[in-house]
């Protein structure tokens, strides 16, 4: 299984990015997928996450209201629409695959697949 992430980069404080990671083929079906970030020397966070169908979400309350997350099964593709990003945003995000049956989950065990990451660095 292969998660491929993109849209990183730097931003000032307030503005917007949107991350994307597609799935190698085959891979998506019927598995809830998600976001973690991690901050420079701090441990690895729940951002969101999202069911097969799209119907159940969960997001990290730290990210309500200003993050969305989505999916678009036919492209085997998941999305992270980031707003008012602040400097605690900074860090490198990863997109993750769940376990089949997982369900939407905030717990990091869960997650079977990870892919390598995309850098956000938020600034002043």
């Known amino acids: 299984v292969q998660l491929v992430e993109s849209g990183g980069g730097s931003v000032q404080a307030g503005g917007s990015l949107r991350l994307s990671c597609i799935a190698s083929a085959g891979t998506f079906r019927s598995i809830g997928v998600g976001w973690f970030r991690q901050a420079p020397g701090k441990y690895l966070e729940f951002v969101a996450g999202?069911?097969?169908?799209?119907?159940?979400?969960v997001y990290a309350d730290s990210v309500k209201r200003r993050f969305t997350i989505s999916r678009d099964n036919a492209k085997s593709t998941v999305y992270l629409e980031m707003n008012r990003l602040k400097m605690g945003g900074t860090g490198k995000y990863y997109c993750?695959?769940?376990?089949?049956?997982?369900?939407?989950?905030?717990?990091?065990?869960?997650?079977?697949?990870w892919g390598k990451g995309t850098q956000v660095t938020v600034s002043s």
């Open positions: 999202v069911s097969w169908t799209g119907v159940s979400i």
């Open positions: 993750v695959r769940g376990f089949p049956g997982a369900g939407t989950t905030r717990t990091r065990l869960k997650y079977k697949d």
